[in-house]
């Protein structure tokens, strides 16, 4: 071939800091999934965070589903809001607008979800909540109901909230870490 016939290569469109933070939580959701184990989670972060191009990410969670699971799936209306705390603290306070799903994702660190303020959206409001190797605590407002469910959740809610009253219901897993809903912070 001469130099006139070779085919251009075009250099891989390089991967960004948000890039990198949205392959962080689909990797964090696929393990609470069931998809990933811990070691897969921890070799695949690893990989994230040295990833320089697209087609590097892309490597990382080819074998994963791009779209919502079945569980997901059965749910309608807006995805929701996330919050991510990748090996440090997240807190959210004060007066703010909660949606109906409310996702936290905590790696190794810590968070506040501080309910207290805040304006539900719905008659029930859903948290999702995965703390790996971490501690994120749940403050509601007095006269709410709590539900949990999930693997290391502890709930502790004092008096009875009235018939009708809001719900939050808080769907988690913890693995060596732990998730608490109350209605009262913690004394230091």
Same mark, same amino acid.
């Given at each position: 071939?001469?130099?006139?016939?070779?085919?251009?290569?075009?250099?891989?469109?390089?991967?960004?800091?948000?890039?990198?933070?949205?392959?962080?939580?689909?990797?964090?959701d696929a393990f609470a999934e069931g998809r990933l184990t811990e070691a897969e989670l921890d070799e695949r972060i690893d990989l994230t965070l040295a990833a320089r191009t697209h087609t590097e990410l892309g490597a990382?969670?080819?074998?994963?589903?791009?779209?919502?699971?079945p569980a997901d799936a059965r749910c309608a209306g807006p995805a929701g809001r996330f919050q991510v705390a990748y090996k440090n603290s997240v807190t959210r306070a004060g007066r703010w607008r909660l949606p109906e799903r409310?996702?936290?994702?905590?790696?190794?660190?810590?968070?506040l979800l501080d309910l207290r303020s805040a304006e539900l959206e719905g008659p029930v409001t859903v948290l999702r909540v995965l703390a790996y190797k971490s501690t994120v605590e749940i403050i509601? /407002?007095? =006269?709410?109901? *709590?539900?949990?469910?999930?693997?290391?959740?502890?709930?502790?809610?004092?008096?009875?909230? /009235?018939? =009708?009253?809001? *719900?939050?219901?808080v769907r988690g897993y913890a693995y060596k870490g732990t998730i608490e809903a109350k209605d009262r912070l913690r004394r230091s």
């Open positions: 071939m001469s130099v006139e016939q070779q085919p251009l290569t075009v250099p891989a469109l390089r991967a960004s800091d948000r890039d990198r933070d949205e392959m962080l939580v689909r990797l964090h990382v969670a080819a074998d994963l589903p791009t779209g919502p699971g409310f996702t936290t994702v905590v790696y190794k660190g810590t968070a509601v /407002p007095p =006269g709410v109901r *709590v539900e949990t469910d999930g693997m290391g959740i502890s709930a502790e809610v004092h008096g009875v909230p /009235p018939a =009708g009253a809001p *719900v939050v219901h």
